[in-house]
T-cell receptor, first 117, second 111 residues
Framework: GAVVSQHPSRVICKSGTSVKIECRSL??????MFWYRQFPKQSLMLMAT?????????EQGVEKDKFLINHASLTLSTLTVTSAHPEDSSFYIC?????????????FGPGTRLTVT | SQQGEEDPQALSIQEGENATMNCSYK?????LQWYRQNSGRGLVHLIL?????REKHSGRLRVTLDTSKKSSSLLITASRAADTASYFC???????????FGTGTQLKVEL
């Protein structure tokens, strides 16, 4: 099946610094990837839709200048949390659909645990 | 976007028993999907049911969908300790494949 990877799996950073998280589709090309945030014991909340070669579409309430998304190739999307603060500490998960499969399933990365101190 | 509701929020059963989780949603859908998440991990896709389907099976999983009630259920039969995880339903309205996740059910299967 389709595989999506994320890097890093865990990151700890100091308040005010920026952190970049990578999401890669390993064996398929993804024109669209999705970024979610999940707080402890809560559900996934969609943050933005990442479109290859164009600007990301952000959900209501998500600051686009704080969460920078770049989808520069068909296999890579990056999420940069700028000027991170402790309240940005969360589990960030990306997903992608394999259009070649013809299915509607989304394949999720293993997630990145961000801790801002 | 509004999330769907799942119940129960938590479920604890003995190995071998069946586990049933319910999901209700608010908007019209193209399909509904169920995912499993082990603690601190990513999501694993379990099963997808389309709006014109009423029931679907995959191994020990059985999913039903009632679009008139905007609800779905996931049944895991003959549960195992390895089934311990959080289970989420997610609705897909179609088009852009933007999934909206339910609140999740934490299942614990004890030996």
């Amino acid at each position: 099946g389709a595989v999506v990877s994320q890097h890093p799996s865990r990151v700890i950073c100091k308040s005010g610094t920026s952190v970049k998280i990578e999401c890669r589709s390993l064996d398929f090309q993804a024109t669209t990837m999705f970024w979610y945030r999940q707080f402890p014991k809560q559900s996934l909340m969609l943050m933005a839709t990442s479109n290859e070669g164009s600007k990301a579409t952000y959900e209501q309430g998500v600051e686009k200048d704080k969460f920078l998304i770049n989808h520069a190739s068909l296999t890579l999307s990056t999420l940069t949390v700028t000027s991170a603060h402790p309240e940005d500490s969360s589990f960030y998960i990306c997903s992608a659909r394999d259009p070649a499969s013809g299915g509607d399933e989304q394949y999720f990365g293993p997630g990145t645990r961000l801790t801002v101190t | 976007s509004q999330q769907g509701e799942e119940d129960p929020q938590a479920l604890s059963i003995q190995e071998g028993e069946n586990a049933t989780m319910n999901c209700s949603y608010k908007t019209s859908i193209n399909n509904l999907q169920w995912y499993r998440q082990n603690s601190g991990r990513g999501l694993v896709h379990l099963i997808l049911i389309r709006s014109n389907e009423r029931e679907k099976h995959s191994g020990r999983l059985r999913v039903t969908l009632d679009t008139s009630k905007k609800s779905s259920s996931l049944l895991i039969t003959a549960s195992r300790a390895a089934d311990t995880a959080s289970y989420f339903c997610a609705t897909d309205p179609g088009g852009g494949n933007k999934l909206t996740f339910g609140t999740g059910t934490q299942l614990k299967v004890e030996l």
